[in-house]
């Protein structure tokens, strides 16, 4: 199932896997303060009664991202962790990754 929102400034994409173990999240373009509303409720519905065992936001196509949408992107993982999923940000720019490495959001395979 592919389910998303858009934004002249980003868009969310997202997918179910085959087995429904994994959702993954899209990211692309710029996740500012006006992103998080739409950030922390994709993430928060792909965790809402889901079968999945697994979370992934790949942020490859992110371009900026800001500290209110690294906010929404640590909601997301205390969701995750309250819910017994797993919880993992891939695929960041060097731009993004020095915003979201100090956050603790890229550790492999966080639980």
């Given at each position: ?12 994409d ?8 994994v ?21 928060l519905a ?18 900026l ?23 993992r ?23």
């Amino acid at each position: 199932m592919n389910v998303g929102v858009t934004d002249a400034s980003f868009s969310i994409d997202r997918e179910t896997g085959p087995n429904g173990a994994v959702i993954l999240l899209r990211l692309s373009g710029e996740f500012d303060r006006a992103a998080r509303p739409a950030l922390q409720r994709a993430v928060l519905a792909a965790l809402a009664g889901s079968r999945a065992t697994d979370l992934v936001v790949d942020v490859a196509g992110t371009t900026l991202i800001d500290q209110e949408s690294v906010d929404a992107l640590l909601v997301g993982y205390v969701a995750a962790l309250r819910h017994g999923h797993g919880y993992r940000v891939v695929n960041p720019r060097r731009r993004v990754r020095r915003i979201l490495e100090p956050a603790g959001l890229l550790s492999p395979g966080r639980r």
